[in-house]
């Protein structure tokens, strides 16, 4: 099994739709993160969470929720998802202190909004 | 805020060296972080320099000037599977500390 999971893979939803991404880990990780990648504009920082009670926004946060329900699973959320909301999502892990800087990332959930 | 720039596209030939340039402007710069990224995959954690000088790691080494805010990672030996994107990114010594990507590298390795 992967060390990051993330669920679903692909999603195809309708403009107005609320959509969730669901994010797990099994390497004990207490940081988690939520990037969304667009072509040619790299991985830009949507939230992330350094443990169940810290959460804090990224570069761009609006139109995005995140709910971390327990050290391994960090859930995006999209109350009304829009067109330009369409990427791929990817979910990533570190540890605290020296690895801080190393991420660990799933293998990504591709959103289409219609 | 925090910026990071790359160059877009690099083209190398097989067997050959080549070298992605990454400036960053941050408040409070921690470490610069390099990752790669194939066709359809994940990134993954190539290489970290928190101090100056050159890390290497077989083929591929990374170099950081913190008094440029500057670093490269080099790719020796290059060969087709090194055909990929490269970010490069940067770890704020805030408490917030959050990672900033660049926006990447494409590397074309011609045969």
């Known amino acids: 099994d992967a060390d990051v999971t993330q669920t679903p893979r692909n999603r195809i939803t309708k403009t107005g739709k609320r959509i969730m991404l669901e994010c797990s880990q099994t390497?004990?990780?207490?940081?988690m993160y939520w990037y969304r990648q667009d072509p040619g504009l790299g991985l830009r920082l949507i939230y992330y969470?350094?443990?169940?009670?810290?959460?804090n926004k990224g570069e761009i946060s609006d139109g995005y929720s995140v709910s971390r329900q327990a050290q391994a699973k960090f859930s995006l959320s999209l109350e009304s998802a829009i067109p330009n909301q369409t990427a791929l999502y990817f979910c990533?892990?570190?540890?605290?202190?020296?690895?801080?800087?190393?991420?660990?990332f799933g293998a990504g959930s591709r959103l289409t909004v219609l | 805020g925090q910026s990071l720039e790359q160059p877009s596209e690099v083209t190398a030939v097989e067997g050959a060296i080549v070298q992605i340039n990454c400036t960053y402007q941050t408040s409070g710069f921690y470490g610069l972080s390099w990752y790669q990224q194939h066709d359809g995959g994940a990134p993954t954690f190539l290489s970290y320099?928190?101090?100056?000088g050159l890390e290497e790691t077989g083929r591929f080494s990374s170099f950081l000037s913190r008094s440029d805010s500057y670093g490269y990672l080099l790719l020796q030996e290059l060969q087709m599977k090194d055909s990929a994107s490269y970010f490069c990114a940067v770890a704020n010594a805030n408490r917030d500390d959050k990672i900033i990507f660049g926006k990447g590298t494409r590397l074309h390795i011609l045969p």
């Open positions: 320099n928190a101090l100056d």
């Open positions: 990533a892990t570190s540890v605290r202190g020296s690895g801080a800087n190393v991420l660990t």
């Open positions: 969470s350094f443990d169940v009670k810290d959460i």
């Open positions: 390497k004990g990780h207490d940081r």
